[in-house]
C-alpha cells in the first residue's frame, strides 16, 4: 500500500515480503524487532534457549537484509540484554557488525536493579564519512517513561520507539531521498521519522491491528506536512 510516492507500507510476513524487495536498494535498515516475546510453548516469559527456535528465521531475515543493502548501506537491529548473546553471532557473520550502540532511556523495568538501556546492533560497510555521530551511547534522547511523551504523545505499542531517536539514526546514515526499510513496523515510528527528514520508506508489520495504527498515523504525519 502506497501512500505517497514516498510512503510504502505492506502487511504479511517479512520475510516473504523482503523477498520481493530489490537487490542493493535499500540505504539503511532500521527496526526493532519483538526480541523475548512470543517463543516459548507454555504462554511463559522467553528464556535464553527458547530463542534457538527462531534461529532459521532470522537467518533468513539478516541474509535479506546484507542482500538488499546498497554496498554502503547500514543496519541498526535493536535488541536487549537478554537477546544479545542470541543475535550478535548471527549478526555478525551473516551482514558485519561495526559497533554496538547503547540507549540509557533513564527508565526501565526490572526487580534486580532496573534495566534501563537498549542495544543496537550496528552495520556499516564503509564510516559514514562527514556524519557527527558522536558516542555510541545515546543519553540525551527520553524514552516514554521519562519523558518522550511532550513530544510523541501517548504511547500506542508497547515497545514503541521515540520519534528523535530514529530520526538521529536516519540522519546519521541516510540523505534526502534515500530508502530506510524497517521489517517490524509497529506503529509507524521509522515511517515517521522518514517524513518528518525527507526519506523514503518501506514498512513491514504482520499484526493486522499494529499495521492499522502505522497507517492512520502515517496518513495524518502526511497531512500535516503536506
Request: include cysteine.
Given at each position: 500500500m502506497k501512500l505517497n510516492h514516498n510512503i510504502e507500507i505492506l502487511r504479511g510476513d517479512c520475510i516473504e515480503l523482503l523477498e520481493k524487495i530489490p537487490t542493493q536498494s535499500v540505504q539503511s535498515v532500521i527496526t526493532d524487532p519483538p526480541y523475548f516475546l512470543g517463543m516459548t510453548h507454555n504462554g511463559q516469559k522467553g528464556t535464553f534457549n527458547d530463542l534457538a527456535i527462531c534461529k532459521p528465521f532470522y537467518e533468513k531475515l539478516f541474509f535479506e537484509y546484507k542482500r538488499i543493502l546498497k554496498p554502503d548501506g547500514c543496519v541498526y537491529f535493536f535488541t536487549d540484554w537478554r537477546g544479545y548473546a542470541f543475535y550478535y553471532p548471527l549478526f555478525a557473520s551473516l551482514i558485519g557488525i561495526s559497533n554496538c550502540l547503547i540507549w540509557n532511556k533513564k527508565s526501565g523495568p526490572g526487580i534486580f536493579y532496573r534495566f534501563a538501556h537498549e542495544f543496537v546492533l550496528f552495520y556499516s560497510s564503509k564510516p559514514l564519512v562527514g556524519k557527527r555521530l558522536g558516542l555510541n551511547v545515546i543519553d540525551s534522547i527520553a524514552a516514554f517513561n521519562s519523558g518522550a511523551k511532550k513530544t510523541n504523545g501517548e504511547k500506542v505499542h508497547p515497545t514503541q520507539k521515540p520519534v528523535e531517536l530514529i530520526e538521529k539514526?536516519?540522519?546519521?546514515?541516510?540523505?534526502?531521498g534515500d530508502v530506510v526499510l524497517d521489517s517490524f513496523m509497529?506503529?509507524?515510528?521509522?515511517?515517521?521519522?522518514?517524513?518528518?527528514?525527507?526519506?523514503?520508506?518501506?514498512g513491514m508489520e504482520l499484526d493486522e491491528g499494529y499495521f492499522n495504527i502505522a497507517r492512520t498515523r502515517l496518513e495524518n504525519n502526511l497531512k500535516q506536512d503536506s
Open positions: 539514526f536516519i540522519l546519521d546514515s541516510t540523505n534526502a509497529g506503529s509507524g515510528t521509522t515511517g515517521a521519522a522518514c517524513i518528518n527528514t525527507g526519506r523514503r520508506f518501506i
